[in-house]
């Protein structure tokens, strides 16, 4: 079973916004194939947007989700952990899930749901904590950070493919998310912030290019290492927010261009941490999707379902164009076109 995650430890990169229309996009072509999200963000914002986003309450009906007893959250499975930090107690994790089908009709039935929970925030110093207390026989930071691996076990038979979103950092949690994962989606922007988060990622998940050799030892790639668990691979590289004007003389080419460098260096001397063996298969290219875009997460709706035309934004009338839409929905493909021949 493939566990995909969105992640890029730089912020703005569009990451959840895509992992909500390719998720949706997939899941509408699939609908033979269950799919569970895992939203392992404080913010929640997936959370929100496949429970309704803006128009439809999403945030209120996160909090009525997290207010369930159990807490009907990531927040609420790692707070049973806690005690239980080194051996996996008798659990059902269907009672943390929710169906986001039934508080917004237009998510597929084929979608489940691990809610985010800004609790992550709160856990994350008692995780690492407890992942760095020194045990005799007895792995700590092995056994907390297998804790999703954990989760997903029980339901290996049930589901087909995992999505899942982390947050831009590499807390306790968003390693916990990458150790659970096989592939990684990475979203870039076309500036050298992104270029060098590009960068960090790869120092971050696969000790690559770090400052010092005395970090070697703490990387994390390192420590999955001596217990044998697998990386996940590099799966496919977004190149997000690109404007359909951008020619060959714009000066955002020169970063794209070199973004495309980079990886391509990276694959000549590390091609096992990549799923893919060319630029052309790993490198997708996508626009802005502008009000489109905005109109689209607001209403919790997916590019595919929504409707052209002027429609209600929390009071106001927002005209969205169907060629707009149609490219939104044509880029969206690219990658789902992608996931339908591996996946």
């Not at 929100?48 to 989700?65: A, F, P, T, V």
């Not at 990886?263 to 502008?290: A, Y």
Request: charged share 20%; glycine share 6%; hydrophobic share 40%.
């Amino acid at each position: 079973m493939e566990r995909i995650i969105f992640w890029n430890n730089k912020g703005g990169t569009g990451k959840t916004t895509l992992a909500f229309q390719v998720i949706s996009a997939y899941a509408r072509q699939n609908k033979n194939k269950n799919i569970l999200v895992i939203d392992v963000c404080p913010q929640a914002n997936l959370s929100e947007l496949l429970l309704g986003g803006l128009n439809q309450s999403g945030s209120k009906i996160l909090l009525m989700r997290q207010g369930e007893n159990p807490r009907a959250t990531i927040g609420g499975y790692f707070q049973m952990r806690l005690p239980s930090p080194y051996s996996v107690p008798i659990f059902n994790p269907k009672d943390y899930l929710t169906k986001p089908k039934q508080y917004n009709s237009y998510i597929e039935d084929n979608i489940d749901l691990l809610c985010g929970d800004a609790m992550l925030e709160l856990q994350s110093n008692a995780m690492s904590t407890l992942a760095n207390n020194q045990i005799p026989g007895t792995n700590s930071w092995a056994a907390v950070i297998n804790w999703l691996n954990d989760f997903i076990k029980p339901l290996e038979k049930e589901y087909d493919v995992v999505f899942l979103d982390a947050n831009p950092s590499f807390s306790i949690y968003t390693q916990i998310a990458i150790a659970s994962s096989t592939k990684v989606v990475l979203p870039v922007m076309a500036d050298d912030s992104s270029r060098r988060a590009i960068q960090n990622a790869f120092s971050l998940i696969y000790g690559l290019k770090l400052p010092s050799e005395i970090y070697s030892k703490y990387a994390f790639a390192e420590k999955l290492k001596e217990v044998n668990a697998p990386l996940p691979k590099i799966y496919m590289v977004l190149k997000n927010r690109l404007t359909q004007y951008m020619g060959a003389a714009s000066a955002y080419a020169v970063v794209l261009s070199a973004i495309d460098k980079d990886i391509l260096s990276l694959m000549d001397t590390h091609s096992s941490i990549f799923s893919f063996s060319s630029l052309k298969e790993g490198i997708i290219d996508i626009r802005d999707f502008q009000t489109t875009g905005v109109v689209s997460v607001a209403r919790g709706c997916p590019f595919q379902i929504l409707k052209a035309g002027r429609l209600d934004l929390m009071g106001k009338r927002v005209a969205v164009k169907e060629d707009y839409r149609q490219n939104c929905i044509d880029d969206i493909q690219k990658v789902v076109v992608r996931m339908n021949k591996d996946l």
